[in-house]
């Protein structure tokens, strides 16, 4: 079992839609929980942290962890085709570096 | 805030030659810094780990005498790799982390490295 896992798509959705991105992780020791948006050729950005239960907003998404079920999500409201990209889970669990997951790619469709 | 830097951006060398990387944290101090690898359409591969002053921890099977690390200060690490090949040829990408308790890591641009 890979420790950050990602459904690697594409998912693909019409512009103005809900996207929903799921991730689940194996470490229940893990504490904080991030979301970065890789475009094609570009390196990695840091979209959202989150680091307890519940909804974090800001704009259009809204991240929501569930340690309980080891779970994660990015929403993204009223998704635009600049929003194509591939969505990158990370998890932190106290060790050196980050977890990664393979990433979700996903399509926004004008 | 928390901008890193990668210089160059862009590197073709014949193979046999070094390619040395940079990789700086412009606003604030690194406690550790991170080199990953990526090749097209796959995921990220974390390299190495570094710590200011001290030697840097390598991941399994990423060769320590082939990709020489060194940060020498807060704001500083570099990538050196040493006798490219084509098979280095690869994307590779740095980030940064500020404080020691805090786990948001930042990522430079990343530098495309094309050995011929």
């Known amino acids: 079992q890979k420790e950050v896992e990602q459904n690697s798509g594409p998912l693909s959705v019409p512009e103005g839609a809900i996207a929903s991105l799921n991730c689940t992780y194996s470490d229940r020791g893990s504490q904080s929980f991030f979301w970065y948006r890789q475009y094609s050729g570009k390196s990695p950005e840091l979209i959202m942290s989150?680091?307890?239960?519940g909804d974090k907003e800001d704009g259009r998404f809204t991240a929501q962890l569930n340690k309980a079920s080891q779970y994660v999500s990015l929403l993204i409201r009223d998704s635009q085709p600049s929003d194509s990209a591939t969505y990158l889970c990370?998890?932190?669990?106290?060790?050196?570096?980050?977890?990664f997951g393979s990433g979700t790619r996903l399509q926004v469709q004008p | 805030g928390a901008v890193v830097s990668q210089h160059p951006s862009w590197v073709i060398c014949k193979s046999g030659t070094s390619v040395k990387i940079e990789c700086r944290s412009l606003d604030f101090q690194a406690t550790t810094m991170f080199w990953y690898r990526q090749f097209p359409k796959q995921s990220l591969m974390l390299m190495a780990t570094s710590n200011e002053g001290s030697k840097a921890t390598y991941e399994q099977g990423v060769e320590k005498d082939k990709f020489l690390i060194n940060h020498a200060s807060l704001t500083l690490s570099t990538l050196t790799v040493t006798s490219a090949h084509p098979e280095d040829s690869s994307f590779y990408i740095c980030s940064a982390r500020a404080l020691i308790l805090e786990e948001t890591q930042y990522f430079g641009p990343g530098t495309r490295l094309l050995v011929l």
């Open positions: 989150i680091y307890s239960n």
């Open positions: 990370a998890v932190g669990t106290g060790r050196r570096a980050l977890t």
